[in-house]
């Protein structure tokens, strides 16, 4: 059965459907090339954006029981404050004598201004920083855009992700061995980098692509974060949770919701990558992977959506650029 384990996991990620779903997740654990159990993290620290909801709030609670510090970094103060109550219960049903350590930071990722407050809010109440946990995400069905005059899905996905980054770069270096993980997603698989049109100006505008184009964009930075940081002791990955059936997948696919919904994993179970990117000890090993259901998986499945050194090169420049961020593009 070892033997087969390998292949039959490279089957269901090649076929996509079975292995995106829950079903796909419950085989992966019964193989014996499963990871084991997850250690403790107490004494560490946590920072996850968009966990009021759906995959956030699950890996935030995961990471609580855990024993982690979680810093919830939303924009909504009061749903982060429900957030952290149900958190507070979580930790608490699953070990009544600890209670969770669980703290809101108000932050807009869209809003690089915003961005910028929590980090300074970040740096005067903090002392270090472990794992930063990038799932916040913008599937608008309209381009909009911010007061900042960025593009939304953009700026949620891809721009103020790299700012929250850059700005945490040497607390993450200082406390290393430490973590950046960003949630992606499969639908990237079939799209292209795009670095002369990042903001959808000159396209008509389909909320699935750009979505699908902004996750390609992420997996890409990982790879370039990974190069600027290799050696530092963080690592950089990126992952993605199969399908599974969150608040914004019903707000945004409402009929692949409804088609799929008897398949769909639940967020923990959506979230359940994350949290092993965040606790155990196999992904410190290795940096700029792409992951899902605890193992490394291909960038690429089609040749035409590979993208030139050069579109690489271009999407981390315009990417300080805006973020006004002084980083040289990784070699």
Known sequence: MTRLAGPLDTLLDRTIAP??????????RRLPTWPGELPRLDGRTVL????????????????????????????????????????????????ASRTADVAVVRCDISS??????????IEEQDEHVDVLVHNAGAMPGERTVTDEGF?????????????????????????????????SSGGMYAQKLDADDLQHEDRSYSGVSVYARN????????????????GTGVVIHTMHPGWA??????????????????????????????VWLAAATAP?????????????????????????????????????????????VPA
Do not use: M
């Open 245 to 274: 059936d969150t608040p914004g997948v019903e707000d945004a696919l409402p009929g692949f919701q409804k088609l799929t919904k008897r398949v769909l994993r639940t967020p923990a179970e959506g979230a359940d990558t994350i």
């Open 284 to 328: 410190l090993s290795t940096t700029g992977g792409f992951w899902q259901d605890r193992r490394e998986r291909p960038t690429h499945y089609a040749p035409w959506t590979r993208e030139a050194q050069a579109d690489r090169a271009k999407l981390w420049r315009t990417c300080a650029e805006l973020a006004g961020v002084d980083a040289p």
């Open 112 to 121: 690089l201004a915003s961005v910028r407050e929590a980090v300074d809010q």
């Open 151 to 183: 593009e939304l899905a953009f700026a949620t996905n891809v721009l103020g992700p790299f700012l929250l980054t850059a700005l945490l770069e040497d607390r993450l270096k200082a406390d290393a061995p430490s973590r950046v993980i960003t949630v």
């Open 19 to 28: 292995g995106y779903t829950r079903l796909g997740l419950a085989v992966r």
């Open 48 to 95: 996850v954006t968009g966990p009021t909801s759906g995959i956030g709030e699950a890996a935030a609670t995961d990471l609580a029981v855990l024993g982690a510090r979680v810093l919830l970094l939303a924009r909504n103060p009061d749903k982060a404050a429900a957030t952290q109550a149900r958190i507070q219960r979580a930790v608490t049903a699953a070990d």
């Open 215 to 230: 996750k390609r964009a992420q997996v890409v930075l990982g790879e370039l974060w990974a190069e600027r940081l290799r």
